[in-house]
């Protein structure tokens, strides 16, 4: 039962992930009145946050 808890986080945190990444690139689109400075570094923190957040759930499964 414990490892399907952990499977069940492991894939919450995968979903995040990419929800992260498809929101940032929506709000790209959605709001070009904004700087393009601003919404290029939107993207890369959420780059950096959705890597950040994958990479804990690989290196988890890998001890395992």
Do not use: C, H
């Not at 995968?14 to 601003?38: G, K």
């Not at 290196?59 to 395992?64: A, G, N, R, W, Y």
């Amino acid at each position: 039962e414990g490892q399907i808890q952990s499977t069940l986080v492991d894939v919450g945190k995968l979903i995040a992930s990419v929800a992260i990444l498809l929101s940032s690139i929506v709000v790209y689109y959605s709001f070009p009145q904004i700087s393009i400075i601003i919404r290029a570094l939107t993207i890369i923190f959420s780059l950096v946050v959705s890597s950040f957040i994958f990479l804990q759930t690989m290196m988890l499964q890998i001890k395992d």
